[in-house]
């Protein structure tokens, strides 16, 4: 698979429901999460899953796509900005359906794919919008930090051989 994206925003929320706020550069510790973020405290509202979501991304195609009103429902339109979808990291040019199980690297640090996460509906009753449909198979992907370093908006992603 040869593709290369960008890093556009990072995002973090010191607990669940607070504001996200967003960062210009980060520091990602594995087995921890983001520094200062709600998981990486293990307070966020999906802690106790036993799934991995050290780091969750999502990609700015699907928030311009439900801004246009583009499939599930056509004429529906939702905008969401990028502080609001509560995802830790938000892309362009970046595959994140095909990145399940697989090894990439954004700044300096190593991720791995886990599960693909789904939209909550606590998600529209934060933002007041109906955002649950428009993000049903495409709400982003959750990851495990392999390697921690120190990522920056504007950082390259890249895929990693396995």
């Avoid at 195609?61 to 979808?85: M, N, S």
Wanted: proline share 7%.
């Amino acid at each position: 698979m040869s593709w290369s994206g960008r890093l556009l925003h990072i995002h973090i929320a010191e607990r669940a429901s607070a504001k996200m706020e967003e960062l210009d550069e980060a520091e990602l510790i594995a087995g921890r999460g983001i520094e200062g973020d709600r998981y990486f405290n293990g307070i966020g509202t999906y802690s106790p899953k036993p799934d991995a979501r050290e780091v969750t991304l999502i990609e700015m195609e699907v928030l311009d796509a439900i801004a246009r009103g583009d499939p599930p429902f056509p004429g529906d339109k939702v905008e969401v900005a990028p502080g609001e979808h509560r995802r830790n990291l938000t892309t362009r040019g970046v595959p994140l359906h095909h990145l399940v199980g697989k090894r990439f690297r954004v700044g300096e640090a190593v991720l791995i794919g886990g599960r693909l996460n789904f939209p909550c509906k606590y998600l529209e009753k934060l933002l007041a919008r109906p955002v649950y449909t428009a993000l049903l198979n495409r709400s982003g992907l959750n990851c495990r930090i392999e390697i921690g370093g120190t990522i920056r908006k504007g950082d390259p992603i890249t895929p990693l051989d396995d």
